[in-house]
């Protein structure tokens, strides 16, 4: 009984391996609309970097998708409320940053919704997504968010920007690897659970991310301008996908990297 459990547990985690999560789980990958990107932030709001990361983005013309631990965002109100105020749109990221090595469907379903209402009560919207710490959708995690109305989503390009040897050059390299027409981006906004000072190398990366985009024919903007599960990656004629313009290979970006 208690392996049975387990695997009820963690087998649901599997979607967090790219390919299966493209090929099978196109939604749960963030695939829309094919002329779009969806930029998305996890891990804030920290008052020491999501600022900068506004600021940015303004410059940029660009709002996207952060997607806020719950306790920080009880600690920082009105930094919650200026990424909704400037045109930012919130999903859930968890309570905390925790891993999900034993099962405890309660706690899941308790601290997701927890919160869920801090989101509620400090910018009057609730919020429509979810995404699990490390990206690791445990069976307990998954019915919590479905039970709570929320949407599970993950991503299909990241810029591994949390580690300690992430630049912006790097950043840019392994997003474009696998940067795709209706593609879901995930950057960080802040250190809180990676090496401290790798927020920098996000931020310089948005800008050539955003024109890289925009170059290619996409805008760039948040899930809800998404529409996630109305399209797939566009391809090419002879059904290969298209990355963006000067993309790498895939290989050099750690594709089996779990991500904070």
Do not use: K, N
Not at 76 to 91: F, I, Q
Not at 169 to 176: I, K, L, M, N, Q
Not at 239 to 260: E, Q, V
Request: aromatic share 6%.
């Amino acid at each position: 009984m208690p392996a049975a459990v387990a695997a009820a547990h963690i087998v649901p985690a599997a979607t967090w391996l790219p390919r299966l999560r493209s090929r099978c789980f196109p939604r749960l990958a963030g695939h829309g609309r094919p002329d779009h990107v969806a930029l998305t932030f996890d891990d804030g709001p920290d008052p020491a970097t999501t600022p900068y990361f506004l600021d940015a983005l303004d410059r940029l013309g660009v709002r996207a998708t952060f997607f806020v631990l719950g306790e920080s965002a009880a600690r920082h109100p009105a930094l919650t409320r200026a990424l909704t105020a400037r045109g930012h749109e919130l999903g859930v990221h968890g309570w905390t940053h925790s891993r999900p090595w034993l099962p405890a469907p309660g706690r899941d379903l308790r601290e997701t919704a927890r919160a869920v209402r801090v989101v509620h009560d400090l910018t009057g919207r609730r919020p429509l997504w979810y995404r699990p710490p490390y990206g690791i959708l445990t069976a307990g995690r998954w019915t919590a968010a479905r039970r709570l109305g929320l949407r599970p989503v993950l991503w299909s390009a990241w810029g591994r920007d949390w580690t300690a040897d992430a630049t912006a050059d790097t950043v840019r390299a392994c997003v474009g690897a696998d940067l795709r027409g209706g593609g879901t981006v995930l950057l960080h906004d802040t250190d809180h659970a990676s090496a401290p000072g790798c927020w920098q190398a996000a931020l310089g990366a948005l800008p050539g991310l955003v024109a890289a985009c925009r170059d290619a024919g996409w805008e760039v903007g948040t899930l809800a301008e998404h529409e996630v599960g109305r399209g797939t990656p566009r391809r090419h004629p002879d059904g290969h996908t298209a990355p963006a313009p000067g993309a790498p290979t895939p290989s050099a970006c750690g594709a089996a990297d779990t991500c904070p």
